[in-house]
């Protein structure tokens, strides 16, 4: 069964970092995109960043821009969000999911591009 799994999600304070993992089980993740999303309680859900399969090119949302760092660990299997400078606004369910899609350029790939999505990991920012 293919599925991803986030963790590293949990409460910090203000100014404080956290860093998020997206596991794989059941298929790699070398040949696969990787983006993070969140939502916020009633909000809908945004993107944050993506990788590419190669992890050569990453992108990021203006609101995380500076702040977080994508990156992947093919050993592991794993892609990570470093999320460092947080502010109570980044409070919300995290989401990592797979896709073969790629767009060159700037823009975040879509949410309707994703194939595989995890369950979420929840992170609280306050003091």
């Known amino acids: 069964q293919l599925q991803l799994v986030e963790s590293g999600g949990g409460l910090v304070q203000p100014g404080g970092s956290l860093r998020l993992s997206c596991a794989a089980s059941?298929?790699?993740?070398?040949?696969?995109?990787i983006g993070w999303f969140r939502q916020a309680p009633g909000k809908e859900r945004e993107g944050v960043s993506c990788?590419?399969?190669?992890?050569?090119?990453?992108k990021y949302a203006d609101s995380v821009k500076g702040r977080f760092t994508i990156s992947r660990d093919y050993t592991k299997n794993t892609v990570y969000l470093q999320m460092n400078s947080l502010k109570p606004e980044d409070t919300a369910v995290y989401y990592c999911?797979?896709?073969?899609?790629?767009?060159?350029?700037?823009?975040?790939?879509?949410?309707?591009?994703?194939?595989?999505w995890g369950q979420g990991t929840q992170v609280t920012v306050s003091s």
């Open positions: 990788i590419s399969s190669s992890g050569s090119s990453t």
């Open positions: 999911a797979a896709t073969n899609f790629w767009i060159i350029g700037g823009l975040l790939i879509p949410e309707s591009r994703y194939d595989y």
């Open positions: 059941g298929f790699t993740l070398d040949y696969y995109a």
